[in-house]
């Protein structure tokens, strides 16, 4: 999987009111089976209390380094314009789609 190889990527945070971005690299990754988050270990971030500022960090990655998403998962920036309908709604427009 491309978003677990080596290479650049970009951390978000949120620091007092504004917000940051750390270029950052990865060295490797892998995904945490059974739950939906991987564990990434990045060049100069070698101790615990290194990390702890970086949690709830947004990472960001080059679009052909992100992970293919299953049937019916989206990513938000694929949602953004999109109509949402009520399940009424829906039953409403089934018959006529």
Same mark, same amino acid.
């Given at each position: 999987m491309m978003f677990?190889?080596?290479?650049?990527?970009?951390?978000?945070? %949120?620091?007092?009111?504004?917000?940051?971005?750390?270029?950052?690299?990865?060295?490797?990754?892998?995904?945490?089976?059974? %739950?939906?988050?991987?564990?990434?270990?990045?060049?100069?971030?070698?101790?615990?209390?290194?990390?702890r500022p970086?949690?709830?960090s947004t990472l960001h990655a080059r679009e052909g380094d992100r992970p293919q998403l299953e049937n019916g998962e989206f990513y938000t920036r694929e949602l953004v314009g999109m109509k949402v309908l009520t399940r009424e709604e829906r039953r409403e427009t089934r018959g006529n789609l």
């Amino acid at each position: 999987m491309m978003f677990l190889q080596p290479g650049r990527r970009w951390l978000r945070q %949120q620091i007092l009111g504004s917000e940051t971005i750390q270029e950052v690299e990865l060295i490797e990754g892998r995904e945490h089976y059974g %739950q939906k988050c991987w564990i990434l270990a990045f060049d100069g971030i070698d101790t615990v209390d290194q990390v702890r500022p970086l949690v709830g960090s947004t990472l960001h990655a080059r679009e052909g380094d992100r992970p293919q998403l299953e049937n019916g998962e989206f990513y938000t920036r694929e949602l953004v314009g999109m109509k949402v309908l009520t399940r009424e709604e829906r039953r409403e427009t089934r018959g006529n789609l």
